[in-house]
Antibody, heavy 121, light 107 residues
Framework: EVQLLESGGGLVQPGGSLRLSCAASGFTFSSYGMSWVRQAPGKGLVWVSGITYSGGSTYYADSVKGRFTISRDNSKNTLYLQMNSLRAEDTAVYYC??????????????WGQGTLVTVSS | EIVMTQSPATLSVSPGERATLSCRASQSVSSNLAWYQQKPGQATRLLIYGASTRATGIPDRFSGSGSGTDFTLTISSLQSEDFAVYYCQQYNKWPRTFGPGTKVDIK
């Protein structure tokens, strides 16, 4: 059974930094692209960033480009999101999501339960 | 970026009735369109990809259609567990983008 467990969320001041982690199990992590998707309180889903299976290519939403960095450690079956220069509008639950197949970047067949990031002074 | 819109924002349906949800893309996404279901306290679930292919384990009362810019998700006979928020999402171009969602609630 696929399991995705996010961690690292919390309360941070504007301008601060946070690193999210997503521990994956139940599948061959190194064979699948992964993404981060966020959801502000009471709002819809917003794709944030994606990474290919090898980590060789990364993609970002314009709203986070230059501030967030996605990475992965295939030896540890873990996905990361380094978030810098955080703003109030980054407040959201952050989900990691797995691609459906090794060639299908952007179809998310498994999702974690999310970790809440709150940016506030 | 490709902007996705969904209508209606809220759909009130009685159990056993048919529900039809619409999704439109600001430019063609071919058939690179997925539908997801989100319920409080549960992981988001993939329903449909490739505009019309049901994901593993999805009941056949869920069906998807469309291509290009206009898409439809149909739930043929609503069950109690189907009351949820539904999102469409394009994966034709980066950045991937979601629609704002349609909430299906009990009439």
């Amino acid at each position: 059974e696929v399991q995705l467990l996010e961690s690292g969320g919390g309360l941070v001041q504007p301008g601060g930094s946070l690193r999210l982690s997503c521990a994956a199990s139940g599948f061959t992590f190194s064979s699948y692209g992964m993404s981060w998707v966020r959801q502000a309180p009471g709002k819809g889903l917003v794709w944030v960033s994606g990474i290919t299976y090898s980590g060789g290519s990364t993609y970002y939403a314009d709203s986070v480009k230059g501030r967030f960095t996605i990475s992965r450690d295939n030896s540890k079956n873990t996905l990361y999101l380094q978030m810098n220069s955080l703003r109030a509008e980054d407040t959201a639950v952050y989900y990691c999501a797995k691609d459906l197949s090794s060639g299908s970047y952007g179809i998310f067949d498994s999702w974690g339960q999310g970790t809440l990031v709150t940016v506030s002074s | 970026e490709i902007v996705m819109t969904q209508s209606p924002a809220t759909l009130s349906v009685s159990p056993g009735e048919r529900a039809t949800l619409s999704c439109r893309a600001s430019q063609s996404v071919s058939s690179n369109l997925a539908w997801y279901q989100q319920k409080p306290g549960q992981a988001t679930r993939l329903l449909i990809y490739g505009a019309s292919t049901r994901a593993t384990g999805i009941p056949d009362r869920f069906s998807g259609s469309g291509s290009g810019t206009d898409f439809t998700l149909t739930i043929s006979s609503l069950q109690s567990e189907d009351f949820a928020v539904y999102y469409c999402q394009q994966y034709n171009k980066w950045p991937r983008t979601f629609g704002p969602g349609t909430k299906v609630d009990i009439k």
